[in-house]
């Protein structure tokens, strides 16, 4: 077992021991590294003055990177990868800026400074990606930064003016030297198991390690990307430990296609898991990308959403609608289940205290499944639901023989509206069983009133959704309908 951590800050090797498991890399920049360019405007992985860069080991002998919000990002999840600051940037000989930096000095995009760095991080891996700067792929990419001064122009000029620019060759060198020091590291990974003055940080490197690990610390706070257990630490002020890092397991980190399913490692990122999702249908890779920012999506993971349990994550309600199937790992063997059956009451799900969330896997759409799902927030991106629907229908001739109709935000789990659903099988797929079936809606859900939305209000979304899904298919198949007549 390890005691420390070992990863490159820039070029530089650290070796660090993690005294405490819920230290963020952002307290690790600033307190202990003087690294000032990276600032806590959120402390919650929403305004991006804290975005930072990882690189880790892709296995072929090249690096991945990835922009991340150092505010949620665990210390102890560096281990074995490469963290990039806006201080790397720059020639470290001539002094010469990187292209981003000087588009953005040129272009009067820094303004106040305070949010710049951040900008210039997150424009700085959209660069050395190598994407065209179109409208919609740079406001993608900045959609995790906030400017204070709402100087947005400047930015996104800045942007398009150093996408078409050449890597500088002392970024290219940095980059190799990297490849070879994290290649090195990944065929020598360990466990570790650091016992620090404020708790204990856990980072096995295989699926039968963790679960040892969870048998011994059933209490353990499971780790992947931190976007939602990061807030527990910055905004609820928990002391969470020990904590099991589980960004490093194998097992958990794979993808699996096949004709009829896709089977994703529950610590497959978000932004991973998207181009695979988007095959099953568009709709689920845009809901995918609207989960969070680039700097979320590179970081959070599809299992944690599942494993979270909470009513409104987005993921859910499409992956029920599709019927997939949850596989769990536990000292005894492992089992799979619906995901449907996985959420037995509010924040509580069917995973036992010693197991662990291997993978999920989602069927592909069969002959005759017509499928859709909607976010519904008050922003489009950069928001929580306030109803996310989704639906799955077999029509066999003109007759729905199957409906699969599951709700995010209506309830106190992601839930399936049984008599909606009850309404429309057996039912031609006509504008009569739609009506009945958001009549039922009614039935099936009990919507609470938050900040997000009042009960009223989602019952009414929920009813409005399906039918806008009725006029979807109808408009695609070229029937046109008036939607003011005969809606509930």
Not at 16 to 36: A, H, Q, S, Y
Not at 432 to 455: C, H, K, N, V
Request: glycine share 12%; net charge negative.
């Amino acid at each position: 077992m390890g005691e420390t951590i070992r990863f490159l800050l820039g070029s530089e090797v650290r070796e660090v021991r993690v005294d405490d498991p819920n230290r963020t890399v952002l307290e690790f920049l600033r307190e202990e590294e003087r690294r000032r360019g990276t600032k806590e405007g959120c402390a919650e992985g929403d305004c991006g003055a804290c975005s930072v860069v990882v690189g880790e080991a892709d296995g072929r002998g090249g690096v991945r990177y990835k922009p991340v919000n150092a505010c949620i990002q665990f210390l102890g999840s560096l281990d074995g990868k490469q963290l990039i600051t806006v201080e790397d940037l720059a020639d470290p000989v001539s002094g010469a800026l990187h292209p981003v930096q000087q588009a953005m000095a040129e272009g009067g995009g820094a303004q106040c400074g305070f949010c710049t760095p951040g900008f210039v991080m997150a424009l700085y891996s959209f660069h050395r990606e190598g994407h065209e700067a179109t409208p919609e792929a740079v406001s993608d990419q900045l959609a995790g930064n906030l400017c204070r001064c709402t100087g947005y122009r400047p930015i996104l000029d800045a942007a398009a003016k150093a996408a078409p620019l050449p890597i500088p060759d002392h970024q290219k060198h940095y980059e190799q030297t990297a490849a070879e020091q994290l290649g090195a590291w990944a065929a020598n990974a360990g466990d570790l198991e650091i016992k620090g003055a404020d708790g204990s940080f856990l980072s096995p490197v295989s699926l039968t390690e963790a679960l040892v690990l969870r048998r011994r610390f059933p209490q353990a706070t499971l780790l992947a990307g931190g976007t939602d257990v990061g807030l527990w630490v910055t905004k609820q002020h928990r002391r969470l430990d020990p904590v099991i890092y589980l960004g490093r397991v194998p097992e958990l980190l794979r993808i699996e296609e096949s004709e009829t399913s896709v089977t994703i490692g529950a610590a497959v990122t978000f932004q991973d898991a998207l181009p695979v999702l988007a095959k099953i249908h568009p709709d689920l890779g845009e809901l995918v990308r609207r989960i969070g920012s680039t700097q979320v999506r590179a970081a959070g993971t599809l299992g944690g959403n599942i494993a979270n349990g909470s009513p409104i994550g987005d993921s859910m309600p499409a992956l029920i609608a599709l019927g997939a199937t949850l596989h769990l790992a536990g000292p005894g063997g492992k089992r799979s289940m619906p995901l449907e059956d996985f959420y037995i009451a509010y924040r509580k799900t069917a995973l036992g205290p010693d197991e662990i969330l291997e993978a999920v896997t989602v069927p592909r759409l069969g002959e005759g499944q017509i499928f859709a799902t909607y976010k519904i927030s008050k922003r489009f991106d950069q928001d929580i639901s306030a109803v996310c629907p989704a639906y799955c229908l077999t029509v066999s001739g003109e007759t729905i023989s199957q409906a699969r109709i599951v709700h995010g935000g209506m309830a106190g789990t992601p839930a399936r509206a049984p008599k909606a659903e009850a309404a429309l099988v057996g039912k031609p797929f006509g504008a009569p069983g739609i009506q009945a079936a958001m009549a039922a809606l009614g039935e099936d859900y009990q919507p609470m009133t938050d900040m997000r939305a009042s009960a009223d209000y989602r019952l009414t979304v929920a009813r409005n959704c399906l039918w806008r899904f009725y006029l979807a298919q109808n408009c695609e198949a070229g029937t046109r309908l008036d939607p003011r007549k005969g809606v509930a």
